[in-house]
């Protein structure tokens, strides 16, 4: 008896121990940070329309972001001013008040382009939203991959800012030439008025600037502005 209650708990310390280390993980793998395409696969027909998202999951002190989509434009069109984003919303990201530097789709190229930040007295934002939506009509049967590469960028009360380590997890578009009757898999559409087209900025430029356009929006905040060199031109308002 002596043995078997021994034996009986060392296993249960092991037991807690192996909890103990699984459950921590669990809970991070739940809270990781992720940039979506959704749906990240779609099987539509040739001449049929297929809903794209942009969705943001599990973000915390969020303050700016940028981001880049490139889709094959030989395959899927671009259906005009279908392109909606959602900076400030109620299911959207960041919190008002934003400025938006660039948000601007090109069909001939096969790329959307967005940049936004917070900015004075906007607190910075935390959990999951819609970034983006865009409807595309399908042109021709085949692969198109839709490549997304995102920055976020948080809030530092010190007047600095900090990327936020995420993961991008971009989609793919396997078009067939036989009609269907079904309609392909797609996001849920929301209803918020398409965003304002701005004037683009160069791609480097926009992924690389959103760190220092989240500083200098913090900047604001402390009354300490300070102009980045790489953002020359950009006027924030107070």
Same mark, same amino acid.
């Given at each position: 008896?002596?043995?078997?209650?021994?034996?009986?708990?060392?296993?249960?310390?092991?037991?807690? *121990?192996?909890?103990?280390?699984?459950?921590?993980?669990?809970?991070?793998? *739940?809270?990781?940070?992720?940039?979506?395409?959704?749906?990240?696969?779609?099987?539509?027909?040739?001449?049929?329309?297929?809903?794209? +998202?942009?969705?943001?999951?599990?973000?915390? !002190?969020?303050?700016?972001? *940028?981001?880049?989509?490139?889709?094959?434009? @030989?395959?899927? @069109?671009?259906?005009?001013?279908?392109?909606?984003?959602?900076?400030?919303?109620?299911?959207?990201?960041? !919190?008002?008040?934003?400025?938006?530097?660039?948000? +601007?789709? $090109?069909?001939?190229?096969?790329?959307?382009?967005?940049?936004?930040? %917070?900015?004075?007295?906007?607190? %910075?934002? $935390?959990?999951?939203?819609?970034?983006?939506?865009?409807?595309?009509?399908?042109? !021709?049967?085949?692969? $198109? !991959?839709?490549?997304?590469?995102?920055?976020?960028?948080?809030?530092?009360?010190?007047?600095?800012?900090?990327?936020?380590?995420?993961?991008?997890? %971009?989609?793919?578009?396997?078009?067939?030439?036989?009609?269907? %009757? @079904? +309609?392909?898999?797609?996001?849920?559409?929301? $209803?918020?008025?398409?965003?304002?087209?701005?004037?683009?900025?160069?791609?480097?430029?926009?992924? +690389?600037?959103?760190?220092?356009?989240?500083?200098? *929006?913090?900047?604001?905040?402390?009354?300490?502005?300070?102009?980045?060199?790489?953002?020359?031109?950009?006027?924030?308002?107070?």
């Amino acid at each position: 008896m002596r043995f078997n209650k021994k034996k009986t708990s060392i296993i249960a310390l092991l037991l807690a *121990a192996s909890l103990m280390v699984v459950f921590p993980i669990q809970m991070v793998k *739940a809270q990781t940070t992720t940039v979506d395409v959704t749906p990240q696969t779609s099987t539509p027909a040739v001449g049929q329309t297929i809903t794209i +998202s942009i969705q943001l999951n599990n973000v915390q !002190n969020l303050y700016g972001i *940028a981001l880049t989509l490139n889709w094959n434009p @030989s395959m899927l @069109s671009l259906q005009a001013n279908s392109n909606q984003t959602f900076i400030g919303t109620s299911n959207g990201v960041l !919190n008002t008040p934003t400025s938006v530097f660039q948000d +601007s789709a $090109s069909q001939a190229i096969g790329e959307f382009d967005l940049a936004a930040v %917070s900015e004075s007295p906007a607190t %910075s934002f $935390s959990g999951s939203g819609t970034i983006a939506t865009m409807k595309f009509t399908v042109t !021709n049967a085949g692969d $198109s !991959n839709l490549t997304l590469v995102s920055t976020l960028a948080n809030y530092a009360p010190g007047g600095t800012s900090e990327p936020i380590a995420h993961t991008d997890v %971009s989609g793919t578009v396997d078009a067939t030439s036989a009609s269907g %009757s @079904s +309609s392909p898999t797609t996001s849920p559409t929301s $209803s918020p008025s398409p965003s304002a087209t701005v004037p683009e900025f160069p791609l480097i430029t926009t992924l +690389s600037i959103v760190v220092a356009l989240a500083s200098v *929006a913090v900047a604001f905040a402390t009354k300490k502005i300070v102009k980045p060199t790489n953002i020359s031109g950009i006027k924030l308002q107070s």
